[in-house]
């Protein structure tokens, strides 16, 4: 038996959290939005956030909900989690976050919910704090409202080349396009336009006061090669440090050497290593 079990946690304990998520910056960004957002009493319904250790010593948080997210879990922390949601049905499309964390946690709840669809172990964990050195490409801006139509098809495109499948499948392609809308929006994506379609584009995608975190990079495949996405990346870069967040911050495929190779040009170094389990 476990002596301390993981527990729903609720805004009395609000402070503790946003303590624990300042901790970690750029691994608990994504958590650390949803908080900054609404707190954490309304979730409960859609998703709900764990803790593990006693009220006056938080030590690690979860986030269960269209994701799993461990934050600053301990391999304590990792087994507790496991055990909460093992009997659970799977409900969340991936485990997302620091490397040991996920791939514990999968090593616990795979003889439950099954095989994965994918397991990316490696996936570096970057961040910079000051604009690149490379220069920004002055064409890249942020996209208008008025073009959401032309910014959709790419990321659609890039959705499916980076998970597999399209997100517009089993009739997501509302709730995707809305995605987008609120990210365009929200002034947090980005475009570079030839002749009416779109050759290069990212998101800021999770932004705290910590960090903002791009998503969401994809370039033309008629176009790759040529320098778009550093010098797009760069722009992106300096918008988001002038008028978003002090960091802008990332993940990447260890094997995708291509994108590295942009990012390392760009300036940004390895604060940590993420994993990625999806189904």
Not at 97 to 102: F, H, I, L, Q, T
Not at 186 to 201: I, L, P, Q, S
């Amino acid at each position: 038996m476990l002596t301390v079990a993981a527990r729903l946690l609720g805004d009395a304990e609000r402070g503790s959290v946003e303590r624990l998520l300042d901790r970690d910056p750029y691994g608990g960004a994504q958590v650390a939005e949803r908080v900054s957002m609404a707190g954490l009493a309304w979730w409960r319904q859609d998703a709900r956030i764990f803790g593990y250790g006693s009220r006056r010593n938080l030590e690690s948080l979860c986030w269960i909900g269209a994701n799993l997210i461990p934050v600053h879990a301990t391999p304590a922390a990792v087994a507790a989690f496991a055990e909460m949601v093992a009997g659970e049905p799977r409900g969340c499309s991936s485990i997302v976050g620091s490397a040991d964390a996920v791939l514990g946690l999968w090593s616990h709840l795979a003889p439950h919910w099954g095989p994965s669809r994918d397991v990316r172990p490696n996936q570096p964990l970057m961040a910079i704090s000051k604009p690149s050195s490379v220069p920004a490409d002055p064409e890249v801006r942020l996209v208008r409202p008025d073009e959401l139509d032309l910014l959709f098809p790419a990321a659609v495109a890039m959705y499916t080349e980076e998970v597999g499948v399209s997100p517009t499948a089993d009739g997501g392609e509302r709730s995707y396009r809305e995605r987008i809308g609120e990210l365009v929006r929200a002034r947090r994506a980005y475009a570079r336009f030839h002749n009416g379609r779109v050759v290069f584009k990212a998101e800021l995608a999770v932004v705290t006061r910590h960090t903002a975190q791009i998503q969401g990079v994809w370039t033309d495949p008629e176009l790759r090669g040529r320098g778009l996405a550093t010098a797009g990346i760069a722009a992106v870069v300096r918008d988001a440090l002038r008028r978003v967040a002090p960091s802008v911050s990332l993940y990447v495929n260890d094997y995708n050497t291509s994108a590295r190779r942009v990012y390392d040009r760009c300036g940004f170094e390895q604060v940590g290593t993420f994993a990625t389990v999806l189904f």
